[in-house]
T-cell receptor, first 113, second 112 residues
Framework: KQEVTQIPAALSVPEGENLVLNCSFT??????LQWFRQDPGKGLTSLLL?????REQTSGRLNASLDKSSGRSTLYIAASQPGDSATYLC????????????FGKGTLLTVNP | ETGVTQTPRHLVMGMTNKKSLKCEQH?????MYWYKQSAKKPLELMFV???????ENNSVPSRFSPECPNSSHLFLHLHTLQPEDSALYLC???????????FGNGTRLTVT
């Protein structure tokens, strides 16, 4: 059974800092890995999707890497801003007949002005 | 605006009530999903529908009954719930497996 762990559970940084969020998964046989953002009281917004054959994806100040063999992914946020404050969730699609994502508990990020 | 609309946003119900959650998407996606988000727990997949057919029931108790009348609408019918069913219920859709999920803003359910 796939399990996804995110470290740290919470992170507080000053504005402008570069930061890294970590995600690990137990079964390396994945179809893809996704990073989402969730603002309080809202649904999830997709940030990046990395296919199992890819090593990284970039979107603006965000860069996500994938090391399938070690069961790890990182989300790098450059030049953080207060508007980046949210919970960041990592999710893994382990393949199979259905599109089923296994989520981590998330990292709560606070960027202080 | 995510393209996936859920109603109501908030719902309080007693354990003997019957209520329904509604999800609507006009993104042309073929698959729709119900997820449950409880405090301090990861999101849990409940049901998957592909082209209106249920393809996944993740061992969900029968007091939760999904319905998908067409590929744009998804319902979750609730009856005789328990207080531990209080959670944020999220609907999502996707066009294909290679695309990310699009989530609604959820229904915050409180069972008293």
């Amino acid at each position: 059974k796939q399990e996804v762990t995110q470290i740290p559970a919470a992170l507080s940084v000053p504005e402008g800092e570069n930061l890294v969020l970590n995600c690990s998964f137990t079964d390396s046989a994945i179809y893809n890995l996704q990073w989402f953002r969730q603002d309080p009281g809202k649904g999830l917004t997709s940030l990046l999707l990395i296919q199992s054959s890819q090593r990284e994806q970039t979107s603006g100040r965000l860069n996500a890497s994938l090391d399938k063999s070690s069961g790890r992914s990182t989300l790098y946020i450059a030049a953080s801003q207060p508007g980046d404050s949210a919970t960041y969730l990592c999710a893994v699609d382990s393949g199979g007949s259905n599109y089923k994502l296994t989520f981590g508990k998330g990292t709560l990020l606070t960027v202080n002005p | 605006e995510t393209g996936v609309t859920q109603t109501p946003r908030h719902l309080v119900m007693g354990m003997t009530n019957k209520k329904s959650l509604k999800c609507e998407q006009h993104l042309g996606h073929n698959a729709m999903y119900w997820y449950k988000q409880s405090a301090k727990k990861p999101l849990e997949l409940m049901f998957v529908y592909n082209f209106k057919e249920q393809t996944e029931n993740n061992s969900v108790p029968s007091r939760f009954s999904p319905e998908c009348p067409n590929s744009s609408h998804l319902f979750l019918h609730l009856h005789t719930l328990q207080p531990e069913d209080s959670a944020l219920y999220l609907c999502a859709s996707s066009p294909s497996r290679d695309s990310p999920l699009h989530f609604g803003n959820g229904t915050r359910l409180t069972v008293t």
